[in-house]
């Protein structure tokens, strides 16, 4: 609940204007309660109205994408780009093609981006788009061709020094060759305008294990800070077998931890000894089978087909790398009632609102995925560093640098938190020093 008139006067108007946007409304309150501690310290935020103008979205572009199937049928889909905030640099945020996509959580994403790349200490401004396309059970050429079409309209509003896609649900190094390939064609123009690009053709090394590992850093920093140990031993449970998930625990399982569950949209697998991540790969990376098929090759884990159900077990570390409010109250009491040390966001808005306010009150320690999972974004910088310099990195010397920027971050907003004695409140701290950032770059730069 708010407490400053001003910040209730903001979101009362945010939430009538934006009704039914109940993703972005979500975004917008977690992020107000913790400004709302602050506020009073700072009345020239309030006299310059700086919180309804970073409430607004500098644009917002909604357009249609028709392509034609395999079946020579014309189909129509939603295309969007959420060009959330350029304070501090151009546009980045990734592109998410998924049945579920609408503007709500188009504008929580990039809501949600801006922060997370002001923190990284990147100059890099907050986006987001993609489409209600599913390319699940699509062909390639589907895909390809759903994707050029994305690009026909997309192009005109993007590019390296203004808006800068990358990947996200949906969208891996495939589509996104696709997409940079008619970009390129149709602008004439061959520069790094998207991240997550084959590495053949400029893309960067470690990008694919960035979010994944840069999460793992990211918690392994927190744990040595607040427990004095590590990954090594622990029991640990992620949620998704996606590009994050598969990352997040392969790190996880190479610092020494047990990865004992995963899941999917269609369900999750358990094992007590850990998984065998080699299966998950082969059966998620290439061929999109449902998790299911583990069971196949491994027959000691055990399948349940509701994949919320994956929090009932007992472990150390919970990442969820899946979805938006993928893990709920209920979820997260289990997890409390079975002493897990920490809730890392792999995704973006994983846990619910009740759910972090249940985890808060029980000194939980809990990493949001605004900073938790800024490791793709830090690594889509570098890929662009790399572009520019048409010179390739080592896959050493990035994962070292992700390292040191995951955990240097960590320490920036731990010393945020502690300066208002919330010592292990990670949310307060990365939206508190998130929003100073881009409030400061806002007040130099004038009323636009
Ligand atoms: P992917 O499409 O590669 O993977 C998503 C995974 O989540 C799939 O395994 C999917 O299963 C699963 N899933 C979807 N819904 C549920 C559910 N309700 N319960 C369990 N599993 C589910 O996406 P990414 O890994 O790229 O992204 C995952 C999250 O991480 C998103 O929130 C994204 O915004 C965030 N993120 C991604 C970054 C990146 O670099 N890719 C960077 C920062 C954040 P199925 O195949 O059945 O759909």
Not at 24 to 42: G, K, P, R, T
Not at 310 to 323: E, F, G, L, R, S
Request: with cysteine.
């Amino acid at each position: 609940m708010l407490k400053n008139e001003y910040l209730k006067s903001c979101y009362r108007a945010l939430s009538q204007r934006n009704e039914h946007e109940t993703e972005f409304l979500q975004a917008a309150l977690e992020l107000l309660e913790s400004v709302d501690i602050i506020i009073d310290e700072y009345p020239h935020y309030e006299k310059m109205n700086i919180i309804e103008r970073i409430l607004e979205p500098e644009r917002i572009i909604q357009f249609r994408v028709s392509w034609m199937n395999d079946k020579n049928e014309v189909c129509v889909n939603r295309g969007y780009r959420v060009q959330y905030n350029s304070l501090k640099g151009p546009y980045k945020g990734g592109l998410r093609f998924h049945p579920s996509v609408n503007l709500s959580i188009m504008k929580f994403l990039a809501f949600e981006q801006t922060f997370k790349n002001a923190l990284t200490s990147l100059s890099l401004g907050g986006s987001k788009g993609g489409s209600d396309f599913d390319p699940k059970g699509k062909s390639d050429f589907e895909i390809m061709r759903f994707s050029q079409s994305f690009i026909s309209e997309l192009y005109r509003h993007i590019g390296p020094d203004v808006d800068i896609p990358a990947g996200d649900i949906g969208v891996g190094q495939k589509e996104i060759g696709y997409m940079y390939g008619y970009y390129k064609k149709i602008c004439n123009e061959i520069t790094g305008a998207f991240t997550g690009k084959g590495k053949r053709y400029g893309g960067s090394l470690v990008r694919k294990e960035a979010t994944g590992y840069g999460l793992c850093y990211f918690v392994d920093e927190v744990l040595k800070t607040f427990h004095d140990t590590g990954f090594k031993d622990k029991k640990v449970i992620v949620s998704g077998s996606g590009n994050v998930a598969i990352y997040a625990a392969e790190k996880a399982i190479e610092l020494g931890a047990q990865v004992i569950a995963m899941s999917d949209s269609s369900g999750y697998i358990y094992k007590r000894g850990g998984i065998d991540l080699d299966i998950i790969k082969k059966i998620k990376e290439n061929k999109s089978e449902r998790i299911k098929a583990y069971l196949d090759e491994d027959d000691k884990a055990t399948y349940g087909n509701t994949p919320s159900d994956i929090w009932k077990y007992k472990c150390d570390i919970a990442m969820p790398c899946a979805t938006q409010n993928e893990l709920d109250y209920k979820s997260a009491l289990k997890l409390i009632n079975n002493n897990v040390m920490i809730v890392a966001e792999g995704a973006n808005m994983p846990t619910t609102y009740k759910a972090v306010e249940l985890l808060k009150k029980h000194n939980v320690l809990y990493a949001p995925g605004k900073a938790a999972n800024a490791g793709g974004v830090i690594v889509s910088g570098l890929e662009m560093a790399q572009n520019t310099s048409r010179y390739a990195w080592s896959f050493k010397r990035i994962d070292s640098k992700l390292d040191s920027i995951m955990r240097e971050m960590f320490h920036e907003i731990h010393r945020t938190s502690k300066r208002y004695d919330r010592e292990k409140d990670l949310l307060f701290g990365a939206n508190v020093l998130s929003f100073h950032k881009i409030a400061k770059a806002m007040m130099e730069q004038g009323v636009l």
